[in-house]
């Protein structure tokens, strides 16, 4: 799967991309963990796997994350290529979520690493 270019990412769709509270935990836990696929958001956001597709084909469509496939696996990350503006404003929600005591700042930090592998 190829990488959405945001270079001409309008801030206008950034912060639509992120005023959905799933769609900002998400991309907390992107900024936290790197890599994750559905079934870690799963667990760690205690949603259904729908839900989750759902809010990662908004935030892939805009250019904020990007994704990679692995076998039947799909990795999503932060888009390594987003403008400098952009990353700047999603480290500056994470310090304020932080800073306020928001759980999603530090949700999945609790060092369990969750296998997506059936066996």
Same mark, same amino acid.
């Given at each position: 799967m190829s990488d959405p270019q945001p270079d001409n990412l309008h801030p206008d769709t950034l912060l639509k991309a992120l005023a959905e509270p799933t769609r900002l935990r998400i991309v907390l836990l992107l900024l936290h963990n790197?890599?994750?696929?559905?079934?870690?958001?799963?667990?760690?956001? +205690?949603?259904?796997? &729908?839900?989750?597709?759902r809010h990662l084909k908004a935030l892939r469509d805009s250019g904020v994350v990007s994704d990679r496939r692995e076998g039947q696996w799909v990795h999503y990350r932060l888009n390594p290529a987003l403008p400098g503006w952009a990353q700047q404003v999603i480290n500056a929600l994470a310090?304020?979520?932080? +800073?306020?005591?928001? &759980?999603?700042?530090?949700?999945?930090?609790?060092?369990?690493?969750?296998?997506?592998?059936?066996?």
């Open positions: 790197d890599e994750l696929c559905v079934c870690h958001l799963q667990q760690m956001l +205690a949603l259904s796997q &729908p839900k989750i597709s310090a304020g979520a932080a +800073a306020a005591g928001e &759980p999603l700042a530090t949700l999945g930090d609790n060092g369990t690493i969750i296998s997506c592998q059936r066996g």
